[in-house]
């Protein structure tokens, strides 16, 4: 099943939990050989496979840390890439907050004499 923005919440933590499974056994390991290797009790493994919502993060990575899955997570959340106009305003600096205001949006039409601004 593909992970798409129609699936509910439990959709998507049963299928991860189902691809968690399918890699560990695929290496051949136990649930609690995972649990070991990751620091993680054998229950938080279990919760994880099986899609349940009481479990943390840090968790989670752990336990594909173990997996050998780590790498991959750089695909989860992508780092942010800044627009060419973003490049050149930053000029190599790296931003550091956001503004809090929507970005300047131009305006569309033409300014002829005598209107005002």
Same mark, same amino acid.
């Given at each position: 099943?593909?992970?798409?923005?129609?699936?509910?919440?439990?959709?998507?933590?049963?299928?991860?939990? !189902?691809?968690?499974? #399918?890699?560990? =056994?695929? @290496?051949?390991?136990?649930? #609690?050989a995972?649990?070991?290797?990751? *620091?993680?009790?054998?229950?938080?493994?279990?919760?994880?496979?099986?899609?349940?919502?009481?479990?943390?993060l840090?968790g989670?990575?752990?336990?594909?840390? !173990?997996?050998?899955? #780590?790498?991959?997570?750089?695909?989860?959340?992508?780092?942010?890439?800044?627009?060419?106009?973003?490049? =050149?305003?930053?000029?190599?600096?790296?931003?550091?907050? !956001?503004?809090?205001?929507? !970005?300047?949006?131009? @305006?569309? *039409?033409?300014?002829?004499? *005598?209107?005002?601004?």
């Amino acid at each position: 099943m593909n992970i798409t923005a129609q699936l509910t919440d439990d959709a998507i933590l049963r299928e991860l939990g !189902a691809r968690l499974t #399918a890699t560990r =056994l695929a @290496q051949n390991l136990t649930q #609690a050989a995972v649990a070991e290797q990751a *620091g993680v009790s054998k229950r938080t493994v279990e919760r994880l496979e099986s899609g349940e919502v009481a479990t943390q993060l840090s968790g989670f990575l752990r336990v594909c840390r !173990a997996l050998g899955l #780590a790498e991959r997570l750089e695909l989860l959340v992508p780092a942010p890439t800044p627009s060419p106009m973003a490049q =050149l305003k930053l000029q190599g600096r790296r931003r550091q907050r !956001a503004s809090g205001k929507p !970005a300047a949006v131009p @305006q569309t *039409g033409t300014w002829t004499w *005598g209107e005002p601004e």
